[in-house]
Nanobody, 114 residues
């Protein structure tokens, strides 16, 4: 059974930082591309960042220079370091596994507000 469990969400002030984690089980983690998506209220889910099995990364233009995706194959985990957060980035953040996002986590809330 495949499970992706996100953690690390929570209320953060504008300009603040947060680190999200996603723990995977039930998959051969090291061969999977992993991604972070977000869905703001009333909006479509969008890709935030992705990392291939080889460690290559890509980011949405809106987060380049502020967010960093990384992975630890030994721990079967992927992370999203988010800096200089903006109120409009308030969303549920989801972890996905697979180049076509075959598997999804349940999401973690990130409200950005003072």
């Amino acid at each position: 059974q495949v499970q992706l469990v996100e953690s690390g969400g929570g209320l953060v002030q504008p300009g603040g930082s947060l680190r999200l984690s996603c723990a995977a089980s039930g998959i051969m983690f090291r061969i999977y591309a992993m991604g972070w998506y977000r869905q703001a209220p009333g909006k479509q889910r969008e890709l935030v960042a992705a990392i291939t099995s080889g460690g290559s990364t890509n980011y949405a233009d809106s987060v380049k220079g502020r967010f960093t995706i990384s992975r630890d194959n030994a721990k079967k985990a992927v992370y999203l370091q988010m800096n200089s957060l903006k109120p409009e980035e308030t969303a549920v953040y989801y972890c996905s596994a697979g180049s076509s996002s075959t598997y999804w986590g349940q999401g973690t809330q990130v409200p950005v507000s003072s």
